[in-house]
């Protein structure tokens, strides 16, 4: 008799278990509240840090998070995808000590696990409301934090997406063991519930005219985010192939994910090591992750890394694949030459080094394509090797009308940085409303 296969939610237990009461209250009493306070600094949201965590301290969990969604209105989250180690946590004064940092990301999911699971609301600020109009196109983080920002100042929004759910990546591309899709869709509601409209299956050029937004609202903002994963320029790759973000969004959507006995993920960064330790935990025997250069020049953080090697993925350094076969993938070695436009070493390959590695099911995760095909249909608005160009301080674009923030710009940053880019270019069209007459 077989034994029944653990669930997803068994399979992708959360790596940093929340904090207990008592736990959040002695970890947030060792917090020394900083007068320069070098954590919010390090946070690009600024995120009153000290403030937040001296609410806990005092038993104060919804002036907590209410301290924490007045910076981060996605603030559930990025407690659990953000890379602490090298932001807050990271520039903690702690570490000057000889000490453990504070556990900042885990106060903070304390504080907003709990105001989320009491149902608690947000009031909105009185402001003057306005009858302008503003348009988010794209759903991910970037245009959440832009709608509620907006929201809070006065202003009518509507996010347009073109899939069947919002949330972006945080709903359909992070790990599950970091951020469930249930809490991704807790924020999208949250935001919804302050008075945004949110369109799913809405898709410009098919059932969403650029016409008409331009003629219905006010200002437009761009946050669609990067398009499909790059494959292999070997025709085999796609014979028992997967884009990794496929392969994530495909289990946490509970969709049947066969996955080979013997796997191998082509890639870097952080998509890379979450595609791996998925693929381990699904029931791989081997999981080898390959990436181009030496472990040094990994896109992925450290600590990362470090978890990929603890559960149980083997790392490749210095190879990449040359033919792909039905159970197997032949590699070659490379050599390192000068810094490519990214500051890291070219590679080359070196040849008669080949050798094969046992694969019966490939995953890709070597970068995301651009959406060039829909960012051409906003006319005016200037491109840069496939990035929106924008006013770093109003994340306005060249055509007056547009705004823009998120990985369309940025090419592929952080939850926390989508966020802070979200909040800067509501300001910058506040502002720019402001100023000009309404008209029609």
Do not use: W
Request: charged share 20%; hydrophobic share 40%.
């Amino acid at each position: 008799m077989t034994a029944e296969r653990p669930s997803i939610d068994a399979l992708f237990s959360d790596l940093h278990p929340s904090l207990s009461r008592q736990a959040a209250i002695v970890e947030a009493n060792r917090c020394l509240n900083c007068f320069d306070a070098p954590c919010t600094a390090a946070c690009p949201t600024h995120i009153d840090v000290p403030g937040f965590i001296g609410k806990i301290a005092r038993g104060n969990l919804r002036g907590s998070a209410l301290r924490i969604l007045d910076a981060n209105i996605l603030g559930l989250s990025c407690s659990r995808v953000c890379p602490v180690d090298v932001l807050c946590e990271g520039a903690c004064v702690m570490h000057g000590r000889g000490e453990r940092p504070i556990a900042i990301g885990l106060l903070q999911r304390h504080a907003m696990e709990h105001f989320h699971d009491s149902g608690a609301r947000m009031t909105l600020p009185v402001v003057p409301q306005s009858a302008r109009r503003v348009a988010c196109v794209g759903g991910g983080p970037a245009s959440l934090a832009c709608a509620a920002e907006l929201r809070r100042l006065g202003y009518q929004v509507t996010i347009f997406e073109s899939r069947a759910a919002a949330g972006g990546l945080n709903t359909f591309g992070v790990a599950e063991y970091k951020l469930n899709a249930s809490d991704s869709r807790r924020e999208v509601e949250f935001v919804r519930s302050l008075g945004v409209a949110i369109e799913t299956g809405a898709t410009v050029g098919e059932n969403l005219s650029l016409e008409e937004l331009e003629s219905n609202y006010a200002a437009i903002f761009i946050g669609i985010g990067l398009g499909a994963g790059f494959s292999l320029e070997s025709a085999a790759a796609g014979t028992h192939g997967i884009d990794a973000l496929r392969f994530i969004e495909a289990y946490k959507k509970r969709e049947p994910v066969p996955v080979g006995r013997q796997v191998i993920v082509i890639g870097g960064g952080n998509t890379a090591i979450d595609a791996a330790c998925a693929a381990k935990r699904l029931g791989a025997e081997e999981v080898t992750l390959a990436y181009r250069r030496r472990e040094r020049e990994m896109p992925a953080f450290a600590f990362e890394i470090a978890h990929a090697r603890a559960e149980g993925v083997s790392l490749l350094f210095q190879v990449e694949p040359f033919a792909v076969h039905a159970e197997a993938v032949q590699f070659r070695k490379t050599r390192l030459t000068e810094p490519d436009a990214s500051g890291r070493p070219a590679t080359a390959p070196d040849f008669g080094t080949e050798f094969t590695v046992p694969c019966d099911m490939l995953i890709t995760a070597i970068g995301q394509s651009k959406l060039l095909d829909l960012l051409q249909r906003f006319q005016g608005v200037e491109l840069c090797n496939g990035r929106v160009v924008i006013d770093p301080a109003t994340g306005r674009t060249s055509n007056s009308k547009y705004f823009a923030g998120g990985d369309c710009v940025s090419g592929g940053r952080e939850v926390v940085d989508a966020v802070a880019d979200g909040k800067r270019a509501a300001r910058g069209i506040a502002a720019m409303l402001s100023r000009e007459p309404a008209r029609g």
